[in-house]
């Protein structure tokens, strides 16, 4: 073999060898990360589906204030049940027990598409392994 095909050879193997290095590296970030995202899993503390904010609309009536002026405004938690939409009014004194437990509720959604999204990328990594490193018999 000329000295020219070998260092091309070493050169492959070489580059190969880092590419798998990379990919392995890449693995176990996921992994790390995932660690991260257990805790958010593992909390035992109470959740509530949804979405609080101010809904401001006008009543309607003529001769209300809201008619020229400022409309009324109320804080809702919005939810979806069985695909549809419904809206529950906040009755005062609970705003912020809501607002606590709808945040957690999010975060652990977030977290949850984060986790899918990081086993996608873990699959197609671990596939790049198999196809490098697979060998016909």
């Known amino acids: 073999m000329p000295?020219?095909?070998?260092?091309?050879?070493?050169?492959?193997q070489t580059s190969e060898r880092d590419r798998l290095s990379r990919i392995r590296q890449a693995l176990r970030e996921l992994a790390k990360e995932i660690e991260q995202l257990?805790?958010?899993f593992a909390e035992r503390l109470p959740l509530v589906k949804g979405t609080v904010y101010e809904q401001r609309r006008k009543c309607g009536k003529p001769s209300c204030h809201c008619a020229t002026g400022e409309p009324h405004?109320?804080?809702?938690l919005s939810r979806s049940e069985k695909g549809r939409t419904r809206l529950v009014a906040i009755r005062s004194g609970h705003l912020k027990d809501?607002?606590?437990?709808t945040e957690r509720y999010q975060r652990f959604r977030r977290a949850r598409a984060r986790l899918g999204q990081i086993y996608k990328k873990m699959i197609s990594l671990i596939d790049q392994l198999e196809e490098a490193r697979r060998r016909e018999p």
């Open 3 to 12: 000295v020219s095909v070998c260092y091309n050879v070493i050169d492959i």
């Open 38 to 40: 257990v805790p958010v």
């Open 73 to 76: 405004s109320s804080m809702i």
């Open 98 to 101: 809501l607002q606590v437990l």
